[in-house]
Nanobody
Framework: QVQLVESGGGLVQPGGSLRLSCAAS????????MGWFRQTPGKQRELVAI?????KYADSVKGRFTISRDNAKNTADLQMNSLRPEDTAVYYC????????WGQGTQVTVSS
């Protein structure tokens, strides 16, 4: 079992920055993947960024968001810059370690 705890969401103006943090605990394999997804009402949850053997970003966030992972601490942070209103969503931390695990979600709202 893996437990994921997220922090760092909130309200920010367009063009601003936020940093999301995710701390994982439990049975985490060394080759596990960790990342972030987001979801808005009525839409499917979508990948934002993920770090495993390689790092992948959604096209909509490339050049603005950066995922950083600390394997020793089992953390995965998401630095979000140049935020846009369309980035508003609930952001979920994700971990794959022989099973899929999700955090509880943290709201990010980009609005003036």
């Amino acid at each position: 079992q893996v437990q994921l705890v997220e922090s760092g969401g909130g309200l920010v103006q367009p063009g601003g920055s936020l940093r999301l943090s995710c701390a994982a605990s439990g049975s985490i394999l060394s080759r596990s993947a960790m990342g972030w997804f987001r979801q808005t009402p009525g839409k499917q949850r979508e990948l934002v960024a993920i770090s495993g053997g390689s790092t992948k970003y959604a096209d909509s966030v490339k050049g603005r968001f950066t995922i950083s992972r600390d394997n020793a601490k089992n953390t995965a942070d998401l630095q979000m810059n140049s935020l846009r209103p369309e980035d508003t969503a609930v952001y979920y931390c994700y971990c794959y370690s022989n099973a899929h695990y999700w955090g509880q979600g943290t709201q990010v709202t980009v609005s003036s």
